[in-house]
C-alpha cells in the first residue's frame, strides 16, 4: 500500500477490461460533496493506470455518453459513471458519483454496487453535513471506507488540520481510526507565500515520494526530515496494532520492541478490509504533460492492496420470486445467476444500456435470463416479471462500449438491449428465477406539474415519461385523477431540470410545466334541503321528474351515503336510483367551487312523476339540481389534504425547522432523539404548504435534513384562504 516494494502493470489503453476471477476485482465507489474534486480525482487515477488517450484524457468514462451536454449546463455531475482501470494485476471498478443531493440515487446505485468506498474531502470546503450522513450508511452496513483530501493546491489549505477535522466527523468514538497514512510534503513558496505540494511521505515505510517531476521517485528522508514524522507515525503504529488480530502484538510494542513493517502493511489491510480503520491520504491531479498525479500511486495500492474483494462483501437478501428465502455463496461463479441493473441510460446509437452488478454466477451475451421487478406501481413503473435475451455485453471506453465474452461474480459490465429491466431489477437463470432485495431510495417529493406543449408532443409524451422512470427509480410519475395533471414527483430543482432536459433531447418531448394543483374537497357544514324540478314540454314526449332531498354532514372519510325514505311511491322505485346516479354525479363535479363533494348523507323525502314523461334522465337531471339547490342554502367547506410529517434534522436545526413548520400552518406532534445529535420531529401539515418543501428543508439545513410525508386525512380549510381559492375559481395553483 505506497509503502510496499512491488512493480506495477498499468491496464492497456485501448483494451476492455475483463476479469476470470473475484479475487482480482476491487469496486470502488467515490462519494463527496458536489466540488470536492471526485470526477478529477478519477481521471487522475485513470491516468496513472495508463487508461488514457493520447490527449491525456481518460477514455474510460462512464456509461454512456448522452448526459455530457446536460452536465456541462449544470456544471456538474448528475449520474453514476464507471471507469474501469488495472493496477498491479487487478481490475479497479471506479463508480464516481454525483455530489449534489438531488441525485442521491445516483449515490444509492454506486453504494449498492461497490465493495467499499473512498470519500472524498475537499481541504478548502471540508466535510458537509450530506457526507457525513453517507458516512453513517455506510457504517451501519460495515462498508470499507478511506479517506482522500483534495484540493490541496488551494492557498491556506491545511492537511494535517483536515486530517483533524475527518477524524472528528468520521472517527465517532474512535478518533484513532482515521489516521493519515503519508504526509505531504511542500516545496518552496511562491510569491503568493502557498507553498505547492510536491510529494509525500510514507510514514511506515519513511520514504519520500516526489512527484514534482510528474512522476514518482523514491527517495530516503534526510536526517532532518525524519523528526517530524514522528508524532504522526508512532500514532499511525498505534492505532493499526490496536486494529490487530494479534492481542499481544500492543504489549509487545509498548515494551520496545520493532513490529515488522510488514506485519504492520498486513494488519492495516486487514483493519481496512473489514471496515475498522480508515486511513486517510492525499491526492492531486497532474500537470499538464505529466504521467501521474500526486497520491495517485499510493491512493491506487490501497484499493487493490487494503480494499476488500467481493468474495468480502456479504450478499444482499434473496429470494424465490414467491418470497422464499434462498442462500447463495458470496460471489460464486459457478452458483445460480443472481445480477443487479444498478443503472438504466439511453444511448442514441445502441437504445438502452444497463449496467449490471453480479453477485453470483456468470453472465453471458445471448443468454435468456428472467427479469424480476418490485412492483414499483406506486411510482409509475410497470410491473415486470419477464424473460428477456441479453445483448452484447461491455465495459466503457469514453463515448464507446468495448466488448467482452463474459461477467463472472463480483464485476459490473454493461448489457445492451435489456427493453424491460429497468433500475434496481435482478437478472436471474429463466428456471431458477430469483429477486434480490431492494436497496434503499429516497422518496421523490418536489412535485413537477406538466403537460405536452403541443399535438405531436402529447402522442410522444407517455412513451418518454414511462422510459424516463424506468431510468430513474428515484422519479414517481403521478396521473392525478382529482386534479388531471401529469405530475413527475423529482427530488429537488436540479433533478427536475434533468428530467426536462432529457424529455426534450433525449425523447423529443416538449413540455410546459405548470403550477401543481393540489387535490381539494368541499362538504356541506350544515343540513340543508333542496328541491330538483326538471320538467320540459317541447311536443312527443316530455321530460318530467321532481325530487326533494335532505343533506347533512358526516364524520371524515365517509363519502357519500344516500338514503331513500320515499312513501306512497311518490317516486316510481325504478327511478330512485336514478336519482342517486343524479346526485352522485353531480357531487363528482362539485357544488361551489368545482371540487369533489365529500362526506355527506343525501336523503330522497319525496317527490313526483309523469306516467309518460318520467324518465331514467329527467331524474338524474333532478337529483342533480336538488343537490346544487341544498349547496346554495348551506355552508361549503372547502377541505384540503393535509400530511403527517416526519423530518429528521441536526440538534442545532431543531428550533429553526419547527419555528418554520408552524409557520406553514403546521400542529406539531413532537419531539424525539434519535441516536446522538438528531431530532425526529413530527407534525401535521397541509399539503398547500410544502409544496416546495423538499427544496426550502434543503436550505434550510444546509443540506442535513431529511423530510418524509403521506396523507393524512382531509380537513376544512381556513376562511380566509377559502375566499381565495374560490375568487380564482378553482385554480388554486
Known sequence: MGDKAQSHHPGAAGRALAADRPASIRNVVLVGHSGSGKTTLVEALALTAGAVNRAGRVEDGGTVSDYDDIEHRQQRSVQLSLVPLEWDGIKVNLLDTPGYADFVGELRAGLRAADAALFVVSASDGVDGSTRMVWEECAAVGMPRAIVITHLEAARSDFEEMTRTCAEAFGGDDPDAVLPLYLPLRGPEGPDGHAPVTGLVGLLSQKLYDYSTGERKESEPGEDQLPGIEEARNRLIEGIIAESEDETLMDRYLGGEQVDIK???EDLERAVARGSFF???????????????LGTVELLELITGGFPTPFEHPLPGVTTIDGEPRELKPCDTDG?????????????YVGRISLVRVFSGTLRPDQTVHVSGHGLADRGHEDHDVDEKIGALSMPFGKQQRPVTHAVAGDLVCVAKLSRAETGDTLSAKDDPLLMEPWQMPDPLLPLAIRAHSKADEDKLSQGLSRLVAEDPT?????????????????????????????????????????????LRETFATKAAGRGRHVKQSGGHGQYAICEIEVEPLPGGSGIEFVD?????????????????????????????????????VTLLDGKAHSVDSSDAAFQTAGALALREAAADARI??????????????DEYVGAVM???????????????????????????????????AVDLRSLSHGTARFDRRYARHEAMPPQIAERIREQGGDEG
Open 565 to 601: 325514505k320515499v312513501v306512497g311511491g311518490a317516486v316510481p322505485r325504478q327511478f330512485i336510483p336514478s336519482v342517486e346516479k343524479g346526485v352522485r354525479a353531480q357531487a363528482a363535479k362539485g357544488v361551489a367551487a368545482g371540487y369533489p363533494l365529500v362526506d355527506v348523507r
Open 279 to 293: 486511513p486517510v491520504l492525499a491526492a492531486a491531479p497532474a500537470a499538464e504533460g505529466a504521467k501521474q498525479g
Open 263 to 265: 506485519t504492520l502493511v
Open 475 to 519: 422519479m414517481r410519475l403521478e396521473q392525478n385523477q382529482d386534479t388531471h395533471q401529469v405530475v413527475l414527483w423529482c427530488l429537488g430543482e436540479a433533478h427536475a431540470d434533468v428530467a426536462l432536459e432529457r424529455l426534450r433531447n433525449r425523447y423529443g418531448v416538449q413540455v410546459d410545466v405548470v403550477p401543481h394543483r393540489v387535490s
Open 336 to 348: 445460480p445467476l443472481v445480477a443487479e441493473v444498478v443503472k438504466t441510460a439511453s444511448d442514441p
Open 659 to 693: 419555528s418554520d413548520l408552524s409557520g406553514r400552518r403546521g400542529r406539531l406532534l413532537g419531539t424525539e432523539q434519535v441516536g446522538t445529535g438528531r431530532t425526529l420531529i413530527r407534525a401535521e401539515v397541509p399539503e398547500f404548504e410544502i409544496g416546495r418543501y
Open 637 to 650: 367547506h372547502l377541505l384540503e389534504p393535509v400530511a403527517e410529517v416526519t423530518v429528521l434534522v441536526g
